[in-house]
């Protein structure tokens, strides 16, 4: 594979110019200009995800290091859009092409010896988040990535903002760590102001008379941690917020969706007229001054459908209306449970969801348990998992939206940010990362890469998980970070791989004990593809090298087609038997994709 020369900061101007304009350097519009905003996308199934925390990715700019204490990792670390922008070489050469940011706006900055670097702890959606930039900074990271022909998405919290307020439950006009049940024979409770548990009156005062009502929510004014008053508008007002304390029981549905997110971030009513114009105008506004290409949205699941039924429609209406169609919606909705993914991809709401329930039931429960056979759940788990997919989710394109159905475009990803990174889930088994890394890029939807992957990362549970990326000196030779840029490139070039439908062609239903054991194939072919093909055929198994029984699998291309696998292109092709079965045999924890020879392109 060819590799992509380095280009330091001062050439990349000339580089890009030679690349993807023709003429004069990057035109970075001033701080009174907005930019011209267009659609970089033409299908985003075409697209590679990568995912940034973006105080984590490269420090570019130490001036906005303001807060941080370099190594405890829940503490602002110095990485910021600069830092971004110098290492857009890095990112190329792995062949991603999306870039997902965390959250730009501001936010309350620390809270009980946490540091708010992740970006989801909102306080000012009218303002950037100083340690990551200012908007020249983001509007010359924008620009420098459409340069390249790549695109980015901005990450939005509509659910909750940070911890802006406390509720005054002993009515003292402080906040404080309220105490309860201090008469004698009862039991003492202390309950945090910021913090207390749900109620669905309200968050109760209290006074040496008993209850008082709704303890009253004080917006507090701290600006050495930035935490102030909630901007704009109505987000300054109490009414805004549901104010009925955290959620305590996530099964419990009015709690979910009218609970504090845990760590006391206030529920906004986001079923009032008036918060919702206030949210989407804020992060359009983001929009429209940075030129994003789409929007991430967290925690879908904790914000009643007719919210995403207004917003999605709105905001591709007010995108459409400044030229920039296609413009993806994809939501967050932290759960296994298909049918609950796939409601908010129904007509009216998103263009995709991040496809939870596969994270948990194949890339878990048949790769990175692959060392375990008493984990390990048979391939035929993944054909199960699919066969539901046209029933849970949107069939058709939504209107104004991305032009292609949510089942077909699912946002597909091993782990992220809140999640164990996958060599921590799988016992550090980096076979078996590479081979659910091929899957990923094989199969129907957007694959999505979490910042790290390339380099082996294997941090645990949040914050472990978000680890400082450019301590290692952004090295590109590794054996993971050339398998995903093999797989990029593969998936760039075979049409099969990005628009085809798919089919399941084999599903072994054992882990072990038998020749097919964690055998699995699906062809991806016809849809958008037409006549492209491609035969995909995973081992998930690490104990053995596993075949379908003789004389072989029925495929759908025709007998006597030489089959190539593109990921081993030298070896001898494996050729469809005259009754319609493929021969084949995949080595322990691999997967062979197979392309008509007639169809194989060089590079
Ligand atoms: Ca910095
Ligand atoms: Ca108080
Ligand atoms: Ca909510």
């Not at 009513?269 to 994003?292: C, G, K, M, Q």
């Amino acid at each position: 594979m060819s590799r992509t020369p380095h280009f330091g900061l001062a050439t990349r101007c000339t580089f890009v110019v030679a690349a993807a304009l023709g003429a004069g350097c990057i035109d970075v519009p001033a701080e009174s200009k907005r930019p011209r905003l267009q659609t970089y996308v033409d299908d985003w199934r075409n697209e590679i995800i990568y995912q940034v925390l973006i105080d984590r990715f490269a420090n570019g700019d130490v001036n906005n290091d303001f807060h941080v204490q370099a190594g405890p990792p829940a503490r602002y670390q110095g990485g910021d859009w600069k830092g971004l922008e110098d290492h857009l070489d890095y990112i190329r050469e792995l062949g991603v092409t999306t870039l997902w940011i965390s959250p730009v706006v501001r936010n309350v900055d620390t809270d009980a010896d946490v540091d708010a670097y992740h970006g989801y702890w909102a306080q000012d959606l009218t303002a950037l988040n100083p340690h990551f930039g200012d908007l020249a900074a983001l509007r010359s990271l924008t620009e420098h990535v459409h340069a390249l022909g790549m695109k980015v998405v901005e990450d939005v919290v509509v659910n909750h903002l940070g911890q802006v307020f406390f509720y005054d439950m002993n009515m003292n006009g402080k906040p404080d760590i309220y105490t309860s049940g201090t008469r004698p024979g009862s039991r003492v409770m202390r309950t945090p102001e910021f913090d207390p548990d749900f109620d669905l009156r309200g968050v109760q005062a209290q006074t040496p008379l008993g209850i008082a009502g709704r303890a009253p929510l004080i917006f507090v004014r701290d600006p050495e941690i930035s935490r102030e008053p909630p901007k704009p508008g109505i987000l300054g007002e109490a009414r805004a917020y549901h104010g009925l304390g955290r959620i305590t029981n996530f099964d419990d549905e009015t709690q979910s969706r009218y609970g504090d997110f845990p760590g006391g971030l206030k529920d906004l009513a986001t079923e009032v007229p008036e918060v919702r114009s206030t949210l989407i105008d804020a992060y359009l506004h983001w929009v429209e001054e940075a030129n994003f290409d789409g929007l991430r949205l967290d925690t879908i699941k904790h914000v009643e459908h007719e919210f995403w039924q207004v917003f999605s429609p709105e905001v591709r209406e007010r995108m459409r209306l400044r030229n920039k169609t296609n413009f993806i919606l994809f939501g967050e909705a932290l759960d296994g449970r298909d049918d609950l993914l796939g409601s908010y991809t129904q007509p009216g709401e998103l263009d995709s969801v991040f496809y939870f329930s596969q994270h948990f039931r194949v890339f878990h429960d048949v790769f990175a348990t692959a060392g375990d056979l008493k984990q390990q759940k048979p391939a035929s788990a993944i054909a199960a998992l699919w066969s539901e997919k046209s029933d849970h989710y949107g069939t058709l394109p939504q209107r104004d939206g991305i032009g292609v159905a949510p089942a077909k475009a699912l946002v597909n990803f091993i782990d992220n940010h809140d999640r164990p990174r996958f060599l921590y889930d799988s016992n550090y088994d980096v076979r078996a990362l590479r081979n659910a890394l091929t899957f990923m890029f094989a199969e129907e939807g957007i694959p999505c890469v979490y910042y790290g992957t390339e380099l082996d990362f294997y941090g645990g549970n949040d914050p472990a998980n978000r680890e400082v990326l450019w301590k290692t000196g952004f090295p590109t030779e590794g054996e993971t970070f050339r398998h995903i840029a093999t797989l990029a490139r593969v998936r760039k070039s075979y049409d099969a791989l990005r628009r085809g439908d798919t089919v399941v062609r084999y599903a072994s239903n054992v882990t072990s004990g038998a020749p097919d054991a964690g055998l699995f194939a699906f062809e991806r072919t016809g849809g958008d593809a037409g006549g492209a093909y491609a035969l995909v055929v995973v081992n998930a198994s690490n104990g053995q090298e596993s075949s379908a029984p003789s004389p072989g699998m029925p495929v759908g291309a025709p007998p006597g087609t030489p089959l190539i696998d593109v990921l081993e292109p030298d070896h001898v092709p494996l050729v469809v038997n005259g009754d319609g079965t493929l021969a084949v045999t995949v080595p322990i924890q691999s997967t062979k994709i197979l392309v008509p020879a007639d169809q194989v392109v060089a590079n």
